[in-house]
């Protein structure tokens, strides 16, 4: 820790979760726990939070003795700040003509609330931060101060995004109505886009968690970086010797997926599931010698759970230790980024902070390049490939634990929180805030 000579700059952190990490089934509050963390020992800020969202700010009774901990050792925690979602564009003609033709970024959730966040940190700030949050990041675009942000999927993508799921799906309106339809989206994801672009123009810098977004933002004049994501936990020491026993009695159990169920990635990932790789995997293993767990908040969509009654699948919802339920697994599959939405996943992370064996497709080396068939991950380019390679991890234990060993060495080198923050802090932001 660096001595320091000068007044602390205020920063404040903007994100829309609560930051803890016990009782989390959600990345983002672990991510935004550790950066807060991170920025507590650092100690060269003052450092204010504010929760930024749509939803009310009910703080979780797990996350309770985290957030003490946090206040005592120096984050001011603000009056949460609650948005209310605007209506429909095609009930608001006049902001959809006034976003068309001079003002994209109006239409983006959150825009225009600078005042409302500079309010609560009494207008005294040196700078914003925003973590994981597509609203906080419109919103603190208007604050009259540096803004900086660790950021995850660009807002236009995730909204082309969602189209796919429901046309992989096969919702499919009658002819006119789709060409309309697809009309009035491609629109809409342009204008989202632009206004996107305009609003990340505003940052000093645009860290990102996915290598592929970063160089997108690079090639659109953003000044943007590659940042990796990060996890702070890692397994214990015997945890070679635990996943002996505990996947002798399940040694068919597949981990499917982790996290929200409506997400859209995961809607992306269970299409690829069910509708590609567990056909194949059917073909290569011996029926009901295998279940693919699906762990998470939420429901999946609608249109979604017909695929989802597949025998072979078991919906486990929440469950008291996640982590076991991890440890107790021969295979970790991560059927997510085989279609056009390629974006970073902690799901890696948690995986390797258990040793898992992770099997995944090929296109996630995308977004995250750290990743290496034969190392910390097996591989596979298609469907086809990913079945076999999940039928081959199920009978191998010395495959697995060779995977697992290197998952958590990939953990420990490039996304643990320490060295990730300190990226974050040493390399970006003091420099741009003139901390010497």
Aim: aromatic share 8%; net charge positive.
């Amino acid at each position: 820790m660096r001595q320091n000579t000068t007044p602390r700059k205020h920063l404040l952190v903007v994100a829309s979760v609560w930051p803890h990490v016990n009782g989390s089934f959600e990345a983002a509050n672990v991510v935004t726990h550790s950066i807060l963390s991170g920025l507590v020992a650092a100690d060269v800020f003052h450092i204010s939070f504010c929760y930024v969202n749509s939803c009310a700010a009910i703080i979780p009774k797990q996350a309770e003795p985290e957030l003490e901990q946090l206040r005592m050792s120096g984050v001011t925690f603000l009056e949460p700040l609650i948005l209310t979602k605007p209506s429909s564009l095609i009930r608001r003609p006049f902001s959809f003509i006034k976003a068309l033709l001079f003002k994209p970024e109006s239409i983006l959730f959150g825009y225009g609330a600078g005042n409302s966040l500079s309010k609560r940190a009494s207008g005294d700030i040196d700078a914003v931060l925003t973590i994981w949050s597509e609203l906080g990041l419109n919103a603190a675009c208007t604050v009259g101060k540096k803004r900086f942000a660790y950021h995850g999927n660009p807002d236009h993508k995730v909204l082309s995004a969602q189209y796919e799921v429901m046309r992989l799906a096969g919702i499919k309106p009658h002819a006119i109505k789709a060409i309309l339809n697809r009309l009035r989206q491609n629109i809409l994801i342009k204008l989202v886009e632009r206004g996107h672009l305009r609003i990340l123009r505003r940052y000093t810098f645009v860290s990102n968690v996915a290598a592929n977004d970063a160089s997108y933002y690079s090639l659109k004049g953003i000044n943007s970086f590659y940042l990796q994501n990060m996890w702070p936990m890692l397994p214990p020491d015997n945890w070679e010797t635990l996943r002996d026993q505990l996947e002798s009695i399940n040694s068919g159990k597949i981990i499917g997926n982790v996290g929200n169920l409506s997400a859209t990635g995961n809607s992306l990932g269970f299409i690829a599931l069910c509708k590609e790789i567990l056909p194949k995997l059917e073909q290569l293993l011996p029926s009901k010698s295998y279940r693919v767990h699906i762990f998470g908040g939420r429901e999946p969509k609608p249109f979604l759970k017909p695929l989802l009654t597949n025998p072979s699948i078991l919906i486990r919802g929440f469950v008291d230790d996640l982590n076991i339920e991890i440890l107790s697994a021969p295979v970790f599959l991560i059927s997510n980024n085989h279609h056009e939405f390629k974006v970073g996943h902690t799901r890696f992370l948690h995986a390797w902070s258990t040793g898992a064996c992770v099997v995944a497709f090929s296109d996630c080396r995308d977004a995250m390049p750290e990743i290496e068939h034969g190392y910390n991950a097996l591989l596979g380019d298609t469907a086809q490939e990913v079945a076999q390679l999940v039928a081959q991890a199920l009978s191998d234990r010395h495959l697995r634990r060779r995977i697992g060993r290197g998952g958590i060495e990939t953990l420990q080198m490039k996304f643990n929180p320490s060295s990730v923050t300190n990226t974050l802090i040493n390399n970006l932001l003091i420099p741009e805030l003139n901390i010497v």
